[in-house]
């Protein structure tokens, strides 16, 4: 028996703008009051007209650009009707006939055995705008709502059964959110819902019956709903392989009309578990949104959109691998962020050194104090990084006293020319003498052991030396000097 895994994706993006898809209310909800962020076309109620976001339209138009699609000049709303508690109209807005992009694909890299990995085209159905639902937090006896997250514009990607393993499942989503993110279309926060995964699986199985006789079944699709982690998604689809293989087993339930379900996730339990039937397309009894004309787009308005995507992550690591001979790993941690790759080129005009010294240091040090934080990259001073590092390459400052003075600009904005000037290494040659005689004639049995072949007591002396000197010594100096010293005694 031959078991193949069928997997497609509906990926649900939150679009980076300042009011919802449809009013004027603030997008920006996230911790605040509950219910704070709502208003009559929100809630749907009588004579409340809805207004397209143009913003929305032209993140949706890049992101459809930046994911190969085909913008459509011709697009419009639909109604989608359904009764859940987190829709307070009773309807959702959303693209159903007609959407805005149609047609694209990306390619992702996946497991090729032993010749490492290969590239691999997914394609992807479209790509609709939406408002987004409310939020539900559940309790035991009951279910709470926040619409502040009802009315913000959605993107939902779509893409065609292309998927055989929860390897791929993984690499694709994080594709999307990789060009998302860098193209600035979506912060993809998903503690914040701004990326979801809804999973569609089933599997086929052929095998032979009757000698050789070949027969081929496919198991009834399941859709995992509201998956919010890369993690959740792999560990989902590994679960739903082996559940649909058993009940196949079990049961021989082969897809029909009609069988389709929803399930959710119950990430606790590592588990999926039944929520509805799935609902067919015309369960929801689409018809035209009537409150909104079709939307019409001039070439212009497109080509606009389109020019302001710029570099896309994929080109941007071919050039930092390329041309600035960074490695892989480094590399694509900076093109995970639009704002880090462009603070790695604003830094480089003005810092002298290696490209690769400098992106070590913002993928490292800086990326993990600003995850400390909570602070953006766009906080840190222009050329700060630079200024320290150009002064490091020149002895003037030690890597340790540069990551205490990054420490104390990032997480407690103090001054930094201030901390330079504390902090630069002293390079009066008789003061360091001087140091180093005293360390010497207090530290005579050290010396003597050092003398009888006990090498590490040289580190030690070392360290003696750099604690009187403040830390603000070049070490290099200290170690020549100290070795010159001991041999004369």
Known sequence: ??????????????????????????????????????????????GALPVINKEAVVQAIRVGEALNLDINSKSRFDRKNYMYPDLFKGYQITQFEFPITTSGYVYINVNNGDKGSKSKK????????????????????????????????LLEIVSYPDMESSEEAKEYAKKIYNIVRFIQASDCDMEKGQMRFDLNVNLKITKKEGGSVVKEYRTPIVEVKNLNSFRALERATLYEEERQLEEFRKNAEIAQVGNKVTRGWNDNLSKTFFQREKEESNDYRYFPEPDLPPLYLNKEFIDNAKKSIGILPDEALKILEDKYKIGSNIATTIVEDRSYYNYFLSELIKYKGSPSNLANWIAGYIVGLLNESGKSILDISSGMLAILLNLEDANNLSSLKIKDILKEVILENSDLDKLINDNIIIKDDNMLDTTIDNILANNKEEVLKYKSGKDGILSYLIGQVMREMQGRADPSSIKEKLLKKINSI
Do not use: W
């Open 1 to 46: 028996m031959e078991v193949k895994t069928i997997i497609g994706l509906e990926i649900h993006v939150q679009l980076k703008t300042k009011s919802k898809m449809f009013c004027s209310c603030s997008s920006e909800y996230f911790n605040d009051i509950p219910n704070s962020h709502m208003c009559p076309v929100c809630l749907g109620l009588p």
């Open 122 to 153: 997914i394609r992807i159905l479209r790509a609709h705008m939406e408002e987004d639902t409310a939020k539900s937090t559940h309790y035991s006896d009951h279910t709470l709502l926040d619409g502040n997250k009802a009315g913000v514009p």
